[in-house]
């Protein structure tokens, strides 16, 4: 059985993308050379909340890509051949650009490795932020967030679910925070 405890509602989640928005366009001073990329596949849902954000505050349009990790993992091994590759998108170069990767949940800082691997390989950057809309905890590697939206402390055993709706999820939107009780 599952418990679970939502931390972040539909509105909670909207305040908090909107602030996130208005915190990447005051550091990089609007949106010269910016663009953004979506780890696939809630950070690619998150980084196009974000372009719309910043379409709406700057009423200009910033470069959306999106990164699918799968061959850059470390753990590529362990997955086996069920490990599922999908499109990376990113049409535009990255060259110079200041590039904001964006995910959902940071925690160990694995994926956010294996996006850097894979982003590099699109060309060189002037830099690369990293926005995410939740910060767990539990680092493996250092890797921290320039943008976090909400910090979360959770234990190893708990996990972090955001809940959208262009994953499926219909209802509310939720950020949840949910361990596997024994029975």
């Not at 060259?95 to 691997?117: F, H, N, P, S, W």
């Given at each position: 059985m599952k418990k679970e405890k939502q931390v972040c509602d539909t509105e909670i989640l909207r305040r908090t993308i909107v602030r996130m928005a208005h915190e990447i366009l005051e550091r990089n001073k609007g949106t010269k050379d910016l663009c953004l990329i979506g780890i696939r596949t809630g950070g690619a849902h998150l980084a196009h909340r974000l372009q719309e954000e910043i379409s709406k505050i700057e009423k200009s349009e910033v470069p959306l890509g999106v990164v699918d990790i799968t061959l850059y993992r470390d753990d590529l091994s362990e997955r086996g051949p069920q490990a599922?590759?999908?499109?990376?998108?990113?049409?535009?170069?990255?060259?110079?650009?200041?590039?904001?990767?964006?995910?959902?949940?940071?925690?160990?800082?694995?994926?956010?490795?294996?996006?850097?691997?894979?982003?590099?390989?699109?060309?060189?950057?002037?830099?690369?932020?990293?926005?995410?809309?939740?910060?767990?905890?539990?680092?493996?590697?250092?890797?921290?967030?320039?943008?976090?939206?909400?910090?979360?402390?959770?234990?190893p055993s708990e996990t972090v679910e955001v809940r959208l709706k262009e994953e499926g999820f219909s209802g509310d939107e939720l950020v949840v925070v949910s361990l596997e009780e024994k029975s």
């Open positions: 599922k590759v999908r499109a990376t998108d990113i049409s535009f170069d990255v060259t110079e650009k200041k590039v904001i990767l964006v995910d959902d949940v940071l925690y160990t800082g694995r994926t956010i490795r294996a996006a850097l691997d894979a982003l590099i390989d699109f060309g060189r950057p002037q830099s690369i932020q990293l926005a995410v809309l939740v910060d767990r905890g539990h680092r493996e590697i250092p890797i921290k967030a320039d943008y976090v939206g909400k910090n979360i402390p959770t234990s």
